[in-house]
């Protein structure tokens, strides 16, 4: 079961580039990374998924190294809108199922004016 | 692409009586749906798997007969609480799965808030 380590929670200014990790030393060959943003009382929302190296899309960037075992979600000019908790998942869900089902306590980005 | 819808938002119940949740992928079929919990200040935290036209399989801890699953269709399942009770009360999560790039990926509704009096 690759379980997940984050920081608790990370503060930054409006206008800064925050970059968050995630730990998975348990990561199978298999497995790939998603993270979420989740808000108050609303269902956790998709951002960006990958497997190695970078991924971009029009919101992220994910950097995987080369071992894997940790990814770093990079949110580039951050708003007070983007405060929010953030999850990483890491499992191969379609071929191993719910075992890699684990939320783990996420990140609580708090954005200040 | 890719919305997962639930309903209702939130329910207001009665201690003992049953509540009834829907999960809908509009926009995408669903093979496996997903069902978490989850408490205020807390994680989200998995209580079934739901497969069309298959028995859910739950997690530990889960009561099965307590919290009915039924997936009819690829686009609609159901999560029943029976005969609630104050401790059922919580945050009350979808999620559907589709491979719509890469991998294989869970897309989650927005959640509904049941409160048990």
């Known amino acids: 079961l690759a379980k997940t380590t984050q920081p608790i929670s990370m503060d930054s200014y409006e206008g800064q580039e925050v970059n968050i990790t995630c730990s998975h030393n348990?990561?199978?060959?298999?497995?790939?990374i998603t993270w979420y943003q989740q808000f108050p009382s609303q269902g956790p929302r998709f951002i960006i998924q990958?497997?190695?190296t970078k991924v971009t899309n029009e919101v992220a960037s994910l950097f995987i190294p080369a071992d894997r075992k940790s990814s770093t979600l990079s949110l580039p000019r951050v708003s007070l809108s983007d405060t929010a908790v953030y999850y990483c998942l890491v499992g191969d869900f379609l071929h191993t199922g719910a075992n890699n089902l684990f939320f783990g306590t996420g990140t609580r980005l708090t954005v200040i004016p | 692409g890719a919305v997962v819808s639930q309903h209702p938002s939130w329910v207001i119940c009665k201690s003992g009586t049953s509540v009834k949740i829907e999960c809908r992928s509009l926009?995408?079929?669903?093979?496996?749906m997903f069902w978490y919990r989850q408490f205020p200040k807390q994680s989200l935290m998995l209580m079934a798997t739901s497969n069309e036209g298959s028995k859910a399989t739950y997690e530990q801890g889960v009561e099965k007969d307590k919290f009915l699953i039924n997936h009819a269709s690829l686009t609609l399942s159901t999560l029943t609480v029976t005969s609630a009770h104050p401790e059922d009360s919580s945050f009350y999560i979808c999620?559907?799965?589709?491979?719509?790039?890469?991998?294989?990926?869970?897309?989650f509704g927005p959640g509904t808030r049941l409160t048990v009096l």
């Open positions: 926009d995408f079929q669903a093979t496996t």
């Open positions: 348990n990561i199978a060959t298999n497995d790939y």
């Open positions: 990958g497997y190695k």
């Open positions: 999620s559907a799965s589709a491979v719509l790039g890469l991998y294989d990926t869970q897309y």
